[in-house]
């Protein structure tokens, strides 16, 4: 039986540690410029070395929180997606797709020196694909960052994103064919999830926007309606087995091209998107096992390596033929490097849905998370700020 001081300390943990992580944030950002969100990881970090999930067991609906909060990043990045520049220069879309393919190959081929079991490593190369969109679009919006480099992390980072989850799905079907023999059950948890939730988010991007347009609303009742329509998203999505980090970048990049404005203040959706990024990051840093991440570090060490590689790499190599300079293509390389909230989430939701191993790999990839979403993000300030696009550096 739940003692009143035990109901207290589960009601009062979440709120009082997002305070703590809201004024480190802060403190830090205004001392040292460290992102805000690598502290919220911190905190979040320190939260599950003391068992804060623990403290909030009878609290339901947390995962949902998160991915709503997570839906209205990816909705916001895809809005800044602009679709006629892949027609205008196809190589940077071209970029996009060669550098997935090669990070699930080199990191696949690179988990095979530890021993894992097939299954495990191609779910681990499906995820390390994906950038994290939560860590970028915060710290770009937080530097108000824009220029090529900017533009060209953010369209390459729904690029991975977008073919994270589909090789994530085919990975499902594979699983549940070596498994169970049973084609029907692998075909609705790859292509079925797929198709629906493309088709989901596609069809409010063409309905929202045309809703905006007869009702006339001003710009804060846009934000209130694409918001609302991103919490109905995410609502459907889990009642129907579907992606709603998919389905939420999808209508973000269809509303974009239905032509309904989102202004810069607009952008975050205001003081409720930095209290929900604020518990996003906090939540999924608390629930990595700090005994995990001691364990898995060595790997966690060699695939970031050779995943950093492979962003670096590709973005150097094919600088030249999508239109910048080798020292750009650095940049954006590096400014790739987050990836753990996108990656935690998509990976729970597959668990939810009945993939065995998914719990094993959060256990085996809690150190390279760890690294990446602590870091990340720093990296990805410094190389927007080395490429001279953000008011710091103008400052």
Known sequence: MITNVDFLLQSMAWPLV??????????????????????????????????????????????FIANVALSLVLFELGYRINLRWFRHNPWVLLLGLVESVITFGA???????????????????????????????????????????TERVLHLCAINCMVSVLALKLVVGYWHISTSGDLVQAAFGSVHVLVTSLAVGTLLGVTVPWLLRVRGSHERGVTVVFALAVLLLTTMSYGLKLSPLLAALTFGIVARERRVHLTNAQRGFGTAGDVLTLFLFVYIASLLNWAEVASGMLLGLALIAVRTVSKVGCNLVAARLSGITERKGLLTGLALTPMSAFAILLLEQTRLYGLGPAV??????????????????VVTQRALMTAHETHVTKA
């Open 18 to 63: 997002l305070l703590l992580a809201w004024f480190v944030g802060e403190r830090l950002h205004e001392t040292w410029h460290v992102p805000r969100v690598t502290s919220y990881v911190a905190v979040g970090l320190l939260g599950g070395l003391v068992n804060l999930p623990g403290l909030t067991a009878s609290v339901a609906g947390l995962p």
């Open 107 to 149: 990191v696949y081929w690179a988990s095979g020196f530890f021993e894992l079991a097939t299954d495990v490593r191609l779910i681990i190369s499906a995820l390390s694909i994906s950038a994290s969109p939560a860590g970028i679009v915060r710290v770009a919006n937080e530097l108000h960052s824009a220029g090529q480099v």
């Open 360 to 377: 094993q790999v959060l256990s085996v990839m809690a150190g390279m998370l760890m690294l990446q979403e602590l870091l990340g993000p």
